[in-house]
């Protein structure tokens, strides 16, 4: 089980710094807004939504704990 729990902070420590960096991106107001648009319309952060919320799940499931707010916004 330990492994497993560490495949998955590691995954979605992955996973939340590419959400952050898209979010980050999303707000340079020097990107424009069509490139922004494109990139949403392929539907990668939702990806990358579905793909956290899913770590988040195996988490709770492996620890009986929810993960905190900072390990939910920043990673472990």
Known sequence: MDNFLF???QKYNMLIRK???AEKWLDNKKVPLAMKEEWLNQGKMDVLTIELSSMMKDYEQLTGIEM???EVLEGF
């Open 7 to 9: 495949d998955v902070k």
């Open 19 to 21: 959400f952050n960096r």
């Open 68 to 70: 905190t707010e900072d």
